[in-house]
């Protein structure tokens, strides 16, 4: 009886290991998806011309997500606030983030991606950024970039559905690191179910 612990913790193991699922599809040998508006819960850019799709890299089963995106519209104080994340840590790790501050609600139309003074920090934040720990278009990248006043990009929302609980729109922005780098996000797409809100 003593013997048949250690026996029954090896097949549990064992059987762990074979039902584990490396998913080795980093995204970048993958098309961008379509322009849609319909809540299809996609987001896709290029960056530096090299396509990024949101890709979990778990390993196994039971603790991998369907990818690593997300998106949060939701009023704090007297201030709205979208942000976008998308991650992939296959290959490396890289995070892009969109984070808009307004007055205002959320409206369809063209926002600037630039930066914005935070005063619950106390910082100038930027809009757009993006963290690379990844190799893109065949040159490494280990830092963080952003926004400024100076390095911009544009958001268009193309919708904001409160019935179906998603938004989606368009983007593309430069970003800047502290060396002076910059990395160029291109062709951005999403249509993005939303994950936390308090105004839909």
């Known amino acids: ?7 029954i913790l090896i097949i549990s193991f064992t059987l762990l290991i074979i039902s584990c699922n490396v998913d080795d599809d980093d995204g970048t040998s993958s098309d961008l998806p379509e322009i849609t508006t319909e809540g299809a819960n996609t987001f896709g850019c290029n960056i530096n011309g090299q396509v990024f799709l949101p890709r979990d890299g778990s390993t196994c089963n039971f603790s991998c997500g369907a990818s690593r995106k997300r998106l949060s519209y939701f009023k704090n104080d007297d201030i709205y606030q979208l942000g976008i994340t998308a991650m992939n840590n296959i290959n490396g790790d890289i995070r892009i983030s969109i984070n808009l501050y307004l007055e205002e609600p959320l409206k369809e139309q063209v926002y600037e991606l630039s930066e914005n003074y935070i005063a619950s920090i106390d910082k100038i934040w930027p809009n757009a950024s993006g963290c690379i720990n990844s190799t893109i278009s065949s040159r490494i990248i280990n830092s963080c970039f952003g926004t400024n006043s100076n390095i911009t990009g544009t958001l268009e929302i193309l919708e904001i559905n409160q019935t179906e609980h998603f938004i989606a729109g368009i ?15 291109t062709d951005g797409r999403f249509d993005m179910l939303v994950y936390y809100s308090n105004l839909f």
Do not use: D, T, Y
């Open 1 to 7: 009886m003593k013997n048949l612990f250690p026996k």
């Open 171 to 185: 983007f593309e922005f430069q970003a800047i690191n502290q060396q002076g780098e910059i990395v160029n996000f």
